[in-house]
C-alpha cells in the first residue's frame, strides 16, 4: 500500500509555483510497551475524566483549550486555528537560499519527502536540480499540525526532502549548562596525535552500516523472558580518564582501543 500524503500545499519561488505533497521520510523501529497491571497482567486504560462533575466524558465533548489564567481556558476551532496562519496554511513561501552546510545539524528537527504534483513535475525537476548544482538550501515557513516551521529543501538523491528545523530560541546555549570547561588549551603533540587517529578512522558515510543494536537485544530480552528465563544484567563497564593521554592516543593509533 503506497504511503499517504500528510499534506498538501505549493512551494512558491517568487512567480514560480510548485504544487507539491509532503510524505513522512521516517519510521520510529522503538519497541513498544503496554502499560500493564503488575498484580493481573491486565492492560491499563487512560479515561477522560473532567475534575469539576467527576465523570468521565466522551472524545467528542473534548477539546484542545489553553489556559489564559488560572482555571479559565480558551479553546480554538479548526477554522480559528486555521485564520492563525493567515491564509497560508498551505504555502511553503521560500524566503532564500543558503549553502547546506551552513545549516548547524543542531537546528534540524524532522524529515520529510516533498512528491510532485501531476501538475507540477517540470517545476518540481527545475528546483530539485538547480538546488543540486548550487549546493543550496531553499529556506521557507509553512503551517503544519496547528504550528509554523521554518523549512529547509534541499536534494536527496532524485527527490526533494523537505527538513523542518528549530527557531533559534528553542535551542539551548551550550554556556547555558553548569559543566565545567578546560581553561587552557590542549597540548600540540596530543592534539597532533588525535588527529592522526582521526584520520586512521576516516570512511565515507554509509548509514545502512549502522543497526539497532539496542532493539535487538531487547527483543531478544524479551523472548527470553517469554519462555521462562531469567534475565541477570550484566555489570556496567567502568571507564576512566587516563592519566597519560599521549599514551592512550598512541596506543589507540597502534590498534589498542578497537
Known sequence: MAPRSLWNGTVSVGLVHVPVKLFSATESKTVSFQEVH?????????RRFCEKEGKEVPYEEVVR??????G????????????????????????HFVPVDEIDPVFFEKTYYLGAQDKAKDGYRVLHDALERTGRAAIGRFTFHNREY???????????????LRFADEVVEGGDFDFSNPRKGAGDREVKMASKLVESL?????????????????????????????????????????????????????????
Request: charged content about 40%; glycine content about 8%.
Open 150 to 164: 521554518v523549512a529547509a529543501i534541499m536534494p536527496f538523491d532524485s527527490v526533494l526532502a523537505l527538513h523542518t
Open 65 to 70: 483549550g489553553f489556559e489564559v489564567k488560572k
Open 202 to 258: 576516516h570512511e565515507d558515510f554509509d548509514p545502512k552500516r549502522y543497526k539497532d543494536e539496542y532493539r535487538k537485544a531487547v527483543l531478544k530480552v524479551i523472548e527470553q523472558k517469554a519462555a521462562g528465563k531469567e534475565i541477570e544484567p550484566p555489570d556496567d563497564e567502568e571507564t576512566e580518564e587516563p592519566d597519560d593521554l599521549f599514551a592512550a592516543l598512541e596506543a589507540s593509533l597502534d590498534g589498542g582501543g578497537r
Open 72 to 95: 479559565q481556558y480558551v479553546a480554538l476551532e479548526k477554522d480559528e486555528m486555521k485564520a492563525a496562519a493567515g491564509g497560508t496554511g498551505h504555502l511553503i513561501d521560500v524566503e
Open 38 to 46: 503488575l498484580e493481573d497482567g491486565a492492560r491499563i486504560e487512560h
